[in-house]
């Protein structure tokens, strides 16, 4: 199954904020949409992502002001990305490795959706269901 089979089913809906907000406001815009991160785009152009963890190390821990820090200043600018045509094995490779748990779908250096780990986890979990649907017919000698 590829990333552009997930936005088919999940859809295309992007959220996305520019950098010079302040933390507060993209962490605000972020629990009025329920998503966990939220891809900073300007120019239609991908500068970075912030995420849920970020906030969490880089404001709360330091003890900064969320209302007074920008975006800019904590989102992490070197973004990871796949192309609608990438397999989600290499997605979960990507997110295993790099530790990240979203990844923007970029064509043509345009941001067409965003999946998160658990998009991927749980076309995998259909996948091995069916696998063992299938195996469990054929062992018992039945109808598929």
């Known amino acids: 199954m590829t990333v552009n089979q997930i936005l088919s089913t ?10 010079t907000i302040s ?15 939220i891809l900073v785009i300007e120019d ?17 821990l330091k003890g ?14 070197k973004v990871i990305t796949v192309k609608p045509t990438d397999d989600l094995d290499y997605c979960m490779e990507l997110m295993s490795s790099n530790k990240i748990r979203h990844l923007p779908v970029v064509d043509e250096n345009k941001v067409i959706g965003l999946i998160s780990i658990g998009d991927v986890v749980k076309v995998i979990i259909e996948k091995q269901k069916e696998t063992i649907h299938l ?10």
């Not at 933390?23 to 991160?37: C, H, L, P, S």
């Open 135 to 144: 195996l469990d017919s054929y062992i018992n000698g039945g109808q598929v």
């Open 10 to 19: 999940k859809g295309d809906t992007v959220y996305s904020i520019v950098s």
């Open 44 to 60: 239609d152009l991908l500068k970075g992502i912030l995420s849920e963890r970020d906030y969490a190390r880089k404001i709360v």
């Open 64 to 77: 900064k002001s969320s209302k007074s820090t920008l975006v800019q200043e904590i989102m992490v600018s």
């Open 23 to 37: 933390v507060y406001d993209a962490v605000k815009i972020m629990g009025e949409k329920n998503i966990g991160a």
